[in-house]
């Protein structure tokens, strides 16, 4: 089955810099990626996703990237803001109808004022 | 707004207990699913399912069991709780089309 690695476990930025979270997944025929966001104490959202006939999106200070022939996607946030502070999750699957998501292992976040 | 609605935010139940976690929506979403949540392994599998009646295991699924008897109730069981079942269970629905899960608030389960 799909197993998606997500790296690094923990990262600390300062306001204003960039973030990048890394994911790898195992198979090929995994073709839906979503992003997920969980503030402390709350349900993971939905915040960006990329389908794989897509190779960037971006949504206002978030981007997404998927290299498809290295299995691997990325997010980056710009301009990291404090109440960017959570953990973020990655996600593949494939189109078999369920919509069932193998999540990675989770990044916590930290920006500092 | 699509709401998951999962009956406890904390439990406490002892060793050997039958548990029973809930979880409702209310916007007919025919797939449902039961992850589990623990520091530094992310989110878990354990069943889903795609309809009234029918389950599929997921990656981590001993131990479990589940029921889906109406359309927009989804009933994860532990027959036996054990503490190595002590975890966060959260549930979620999704549609066909959607582009995301709407997940439940979560159970905080605490097996002693």
């Known amino acids: 089955g799909e197993n998606v690695e997500q790296h690094p476990s923990t990262l600390s930025v300062q306001e204003g810099d960039s973030a990048v979270i890394k994911c790898t997944y195992s198979?090929?025929?995994?073709?839906?990626f979503p992003w997920y966001k969980q503030e402390l104490g709350k349900r993971p959202q939905l915040i960006i996703d990329i389908r794989s006939n897509v190779g960037e999106k971006k949504d206002q200070r978030i981007a997404v990237t998927l290299n498809k022939t290295a299995k691997h996607f990325s997010l980056h946030i710009t301009e990291t803001q404090p109440e960017d502070s959570a953990v973020y999750f990655c996600?593949?699957?494939?189109?078999?109808?369920?919509?069932?998501?193998?999540f990675g292992t989770g990044t916590r976040l930290l920006v500092s004022p | 707004d699509v709401k998951v609605t999962q009956s406890s935010r904390y439990l406490v139940k002892r060793t050997g207990e039958k548990v029973f976690l809930e979880c409702v929506q209310d916007m007919d979403h025919e797939n449902m699913f039961w992850y589990r949540q623990d520091p530094g392994l992310g989110l878990r599998l354990i069943y889903f399912?795609?309809?009234?009646?029918?389950?599929e295991k997921g990656d981590i699924p001993e131990g479990y069991s589940v029921s889906r008897e109406k359309k927009e109730r989804f009933s994860l069981i532990l027959e036996s709780a054990s503490t190595n079942q002590t975890s966060m269970y959260l549930c979620a629905s999704i549609t066909s089309g959607m582009e995301g899960y709407t997940f439940g608030s979560g159970t905080r389960l605490t097996v002693v």
């Open positions: 996600a593949a699957s494939m189109n078999t109808g369920f919509q069932k998501l193998v």
């Open positions: 198979d090929s025929a995994s073709n839906y």
């Open positions: 399912s795609y309809d009234v009646k029918m389950k």
